[in-house]
C-alpha cells in the first residue's frame, strides 16, 4: 500500500462525506422509514470513494429502480445528521489520518 495512496483512499474529508450520506435520516424520512424502503428494495445498498468520485449505489430490480433513484437522490439532497455523527466521524477522520501518516513513513 503506498502511503499517498493509502491516506486519499481512507482519510479524505469526501469519505466522511460519503459515510455522513449514506442512508440515515432526510428531512422527507427518519432513517427507519429509509431502511423500511431499501429493504423492500431488496436491502443491497453500498458506497464508495475512490480517488476522483464517491459511488452511491442499491441493487435492486429494474421495476424498482424508479424508487432506488428517488431514495438516493433524497439523500445526497435532504441529509439530515445529528451533531454526534459530525463529531464521530470528524473524530474518526483524525484517527484515520494519523494511521495514514504512520503507514506513509510520516
Known amino acids: 500500500v503506498q502511503g499517498h495512496s493509502f491516506r486519499h483512499q481512507v482519510c479524505g474529508a469526501e469519505t466522511i462525506?460519503?459515510?455522513?450520506?449514506?442512508?440515515?435520516?432526510?428531512?422527507?424520512?427518519?432513517?427507519?422509514?429509509?431502511?423500511?424502503?431499501?429493504?423492500?428494495?431488496?436491502?443491497?445498498?453500498?458506497?464508495?470513494?475512490?480517488?476522483?468520485?464517491?459511488?452511491?449505489?442499491?441493487?435492486?430490480?429494474?421495476?424498482?429502480?424508479?424508487?432506488?433513484?428517488?431514495?438516493?437522490?433524497?439523500h445526497a439532497a435532504r441529509a439530515l445528521q445529528a451533531s454526534r455523527d459530525v463529531v464521530a466521524d470528524r473524530e474518526l477522520l483524525a484517527a484515520l489520518q494519523l494511521l495514514g501518516r504512520h503507514v506513509a513513513g510520516g
Open 17 to 74: 462525506v460519503e459515510h455522513l450520506l449514506h442512508g440515515g435520516e432526510t428531512t422527507t424520512r427518519s432513517e427507519e422509514e429509509a431502511r423500511t424502503i431499501l429493504d423492500e428494495l431488496g436491502g443491497n445498498s453500498n458506497a464508495y470513494t475512490s480517488y476522483d468520485r464517491t459511488c452511491y449505489y442499491i441493487n435492486t430490480t429494474r421495476e424498482d429502480s424508479e424508487r432506488a433513484i428517488e431514495l438516493l437522490a433524497d
